[in-house]
């Protein structure tokens, strides 16, 4: 069982199987991307190895302790095993402040012939979310603006890091707005970078500036509305990403 874990950890950080020791480190700093991350530990499922809350798992030991059923919380015998669903992989640490905010290359989302049965869409995204974005004339680009969204919230309020992510749904108004319940979303891309924007809108709304807070509460703003610097803040993550994509071509 390790030496294919080894096998399938050294395909997504890049790290030689047999350089790959227990204090190896595998977490978000060892690979390109958060989604890279997700596709490791999807791959890890795919092939009987799921991995519960691997969002704080560190190195190489971590995850061989998680995989054989040991909580590092609880240093008990989880269901991890039985569960085959993974949460929220972001290891900043980071306390919720009410806002967040993600960019991802469209290009680490990975391929398939079939959306609905791969691994990896699977367990990130729900199945009308999957029906949504395979009708979108770029699918791997609404993907990965709902995989952005999906962080983002995350990083709005770390409460939702424990949750599977494929339950943090983002779903669609009529005229195409991403909504999630509680929060307000702004989703864009190029056609390289997706962004998103996520901000607090219920009872989990605690940390905001002053300004936002007293448009949550329906205050006057001085003459700044909270839709307003929504706008504004997902324009310049928008012309922020165009400018990444620029830089790399």
Known sequence: MEERI????SLYTKIPAEQIGISTIIDRSSVNSSITLHRMYAKLAEEGFAVRDYWDIKNFRDLMERANGISKNQGEI???LQTGVPSYSDTSGRVADGIGIDIEEIGAMPETDDFREDAFYKMHFSSSETAYCILQPEP???FA???AAKEAIIKADNNYKKKPFHMIEIEHTEAGKP???DFQL???HTKTTAVAVAISSGQ???GLHPLLQGQLQGKPARGFSFSNLLVLVSLL??????YLAWKRN
Do not use: Q, R
């Open 6 to 9: 080894k096998e399938i950890v």
């Open 78 to 80: 989880s269901d991890t």
């Open 140 to 142: 791997l680009a609404s």
């Open 145 to 147: 603006g709902l995989f």
């Open 179 to 181: 909504f999630h319940p």
């Open 186 to 188: 702004s989703i864009s």
């Open 204 to 206: 989990s709304s605690f």
């Open 237 to 242: 993550l928008s012309a922020f990403a165009i």
